[in-house]
């Protein structure tokens, strides 16, 4: 009876420092604490010092004076312009040249990623060879030897190289035909976009139709004469309103057209090529990810090899690019902010230079990490959207 009654009591429960649940609540409160202190401890320390200095603090400097000019600049302003507006001007120039950046070293990476699975011998060396090159290169030494090497060896103005459609280059830049919008250019705008609409709407129904038939249209064709003919058509029934302003030579200089200067062409060139090098791998990889079956199959139907590679290798080997992919957009973007090594102003130049001369270091930096992390966080959201399109649907 006695030993029945034992087994009939209830199993004590565990110490309450031994309770799991317990014990990893504490920790995380802990933790938390912990970070909160650390946190605290900064902020005070910072306001100490600050107060010590005699700085205030705060981003009421962006409203004062400027007095500095700035070199490329996509929206106007002077010396007597603002801070705020001197950042901006540097959050463009940034924008400008990540993403002609990003475009470029698509365009190249692909190639060269086609091209080192080329049966070509001689292609396929020499795209292994430039890989090999600007991938063990320092970013920083491509832009010296585009800005240094390159561009500062080329003539001067008066001896300019001449390059088609009224275009020159020299040492202070590339100079190309400037274009004058008169009355009436609004109807080209509109025409461009109506083209583009319409050019993505006959992409869509095609390839619903190959989807349901198998027959193939040409997409590329069509998409180019809207794109290329809408505009031209508008172009003239608007009385041809568009005209050009070609650069001239002069005695010591160029005038008129639209200048390029050696410090962004030096900045988007070395960009462009040393990422292309990252981005060739990961196509090249991509391409070799899939299966050999798919290219024998494709092949058996009849297909032609350039067939095959757009139509069935290159957009199941997209599953396999688009996420390394972005990783190498977000590099190229942070990248460029090594551009303040030739005077290029980009965001950390401009932002530098408004820092030298307020001394609001803080608010200054923190400028910098909340542009460059936003840039990051968009770039990275359009390319899981890209992704997730790519994405195989299981049924």
């Known amino acids: 009876m006695a030993s ?7 199993p004590s429960r565990a110490s309450f420092v031994n309770d799991p649940k317990v014990r990893s609540i504490f920790f995380q409160v802990l933790v938390v604490v912990l970070l909160g202190a650390g946190v605290w ?6 306001v100490d010092n600050l107060a010590r200095l005699h700085i205030a603090s705060g981003f009421g400097f962006l409203r004062g004076r400027a007095g500095f000019d700035i070199s490329d600049t ?16 540097g959050f463009i120039n940034t924008l400008i040249v990540a993403g002609a950046g990003i475009v470029t070293a698509t365009l190249i990476g692909f190639i060269l990623g086609i091209g080192r699975l080329s049966r070509n011998w001689l292609i396929r060396k020499i795209c292994m060879v430039y890989v090999e090159i600007f991938r063990n290169i320092p970013p920083l030494l491509v832009i010296f030897f585009w800005y240094s090497g390159v561009l500062a ?11 088609p459609f009224g ?26 976009l109506v083209g583009i609409a319409m050019a993505w709407f006959v992409a869509r129904k095609a390839r619903q139709r190959q989807m349901a038939t198998g027959q193939q249209f040409p997409v590329f064709w069509t998409s180019l004469a809207l794109i290329v003919g809408l505009p031209l058509l508008a172009y003239a029934l608007s009385g041809f309103p568009l005209t050009f302003d070609f650069p001239k030579q002069s005695t010591f200089n160029l005038t008129g057209g639209f200048q390029v200067k050696p410090e962004f062409l030096s900045l988007y060139l070395a960009l462009s090529c040393y990422t292309a090098a990252f981005i060739a791998e990961i196509v090249r990889a991509g391409i070799v990810g899939v299966s050999k079956g798919q290219t024998e199959a494709a092949g ?26 972005t ?41 910098m990490m909340v542009v460059y992390l936003v840039l990051s966080l968009l770039t990275s959201a359009v390319m899981n959207v890209v992704n997730a399109r790519m994405a195989l649907v299981e049924r």
Do not use: H
């Open 4 to 10: 029945q009654e034992i087994l009939r009591e209830e």
């Open 41 to 46: 401890w900064i902020v005070q320390n910072t």
């Open 74 to 89: 996509a929206i106007a302003y002077s010396s007597d312009s603002t801070y705020g507006r001197a950042i901006v001007v």
């Open 153 to 163: 060896v080329l003539p001067i103005p008066r001896e300019s190289i001449n390059l």
């Open 167 to 192: 275009s020159f280059l020299n040492q202070r830049g590339f100079y190309f035909p400037r274009a004058v919008w008169g009355d009436g250019s609004w109807l080209i705008f509109v025409a461009l």
């Open 300 to 325: 058996a139907l009849g297909l032609r090899p350039g067939s095959i590679l757009r139509l069935v290798v290159v957009p199941q080997a997209m599953r396999i690019i688009i996420p390394p992919l």
């Open 327 to 367: 990783s190498q957009y977000l590099n190229l973007t942070k990248n460029s902010s090594l551009a303040i090594a030739i005077g290029y102003p980009d965001l950390t130049a401009t932002a530098g230079t408004v820092l030298n001369q307020t001394g609001q270091a803080i608010e200054c930096v923190l400028i």
